[in-house]
């Protein structure tokens, strides 16, 4: 079945402790987003990319980075600069920036 | 501007009703609109797509589009208490207006099937 598989689905982070969330899709799409998810305060953009080896900030990158080295894989790393981590990070793919996103099912991220 | 308001909820009806789920949106350039259902712990998953104004039907969902009012509805006919859930619209503008950051998307209304 083609999808979106992001791992893992709970993760913990010390303080100073940089945390990498995957995300792996065979869809064969070219676009792919990360998202923060807030209660309240709906899915807010951390980064893109609609190709290999491009990616561009969204509205919260800071204390964010990530890569796009092969087109089905989009890492996520929250660093240690990223002051509050705790949220649900949703990864999303679509075949071209104007096609609609398909949704991994999340990772949830808290504080130690 | 990218500014999508949705009424957050929750929404609690009998099975059986009607639903009528809305957004309304500030930027006239938005062109493409989705909607989505995402259960608690999981994913959004796409209901519809629609790049027009007008009506479009999927079995129980109909998306209504106007773009003169900048609103948008969802209505979910013979509601099931599956259906309880968060809606959340999402729409995108075209890419020479900036499209290609993704979707703006609403913060959702929560949705309650009362069995």
């Known amino acids: 079945d083609g999808g979106i598989t992001q791992s893992p689905k709970y993760l913990f982070r010390k303080e100073g402790q940089n945390v990498t969330l995957s995300c792996e899709q065979n869809?064969?799409?070219?676009?792919m987003y990360w998202y923060r998810q807030d209660p309240g305060q709906g899915l807010r953009l951390i980064y893109y990319?609609?190709?290999?080896?491009?990616?561009q900030k969204g509205d919260i990158a800071e204390g964010y980075s990530v890569s796009r080295e092969k087109k089905e894989s989009f890492p996520l790393t929250v660093t240690s600069a990223q002051k509050n981590p705790t949220a649900f990070y949703l990864c999303?793919?679509?075949?071209?920036?104007?096609?609609?996103?398909?949704f991994g099912d999340g990772t949830r991220l808290s504080i130690l | 501007q990218k500014e999508v308001e949705q009424d957050p909820g929750p929404l609690s009806v009998p099975e059986g009703a009607i639903v009528s789920l809305n957004c309304t949106y500030s930027n006239s350039a938005f062109q493409y609109f989705m909607w989505y259902r995402q259960y608690s712990r999981k994913g959004p998953e796409l209901l519809m797509y629609t790049y027009s104004s007008g009506n479009k039907e999927d079995g129980r969902f109909t998306a209504q589009v106007d773009k003169s009012s900048k609103y948008i509805s969802l209505f979910i006919r013979d509601s099931q208490p599956s259906d309880s859930a968060t809606y959340l619209c999402?729409?995108?503008?075209?890419?020479?207006?900036?499209?290609?950051?993704?979707?703006?998307f609403g913060k959702g209304t929560h949705l309650i099937i009362q069995p």
């Open positions: 999303a793919s679509s075949t071209t920036w104007n096609q609609p996103q398909h």
């Open positions: 990319s609609q190709i290999v080896n491009d990616f």
């Open positions: 999402a729409m995108n503008l075209p890419g020479s207006g900036g499209g290609a950051d993704g979707l703006t």
């Open positions: 869809l064969n799409h070219d676009a």
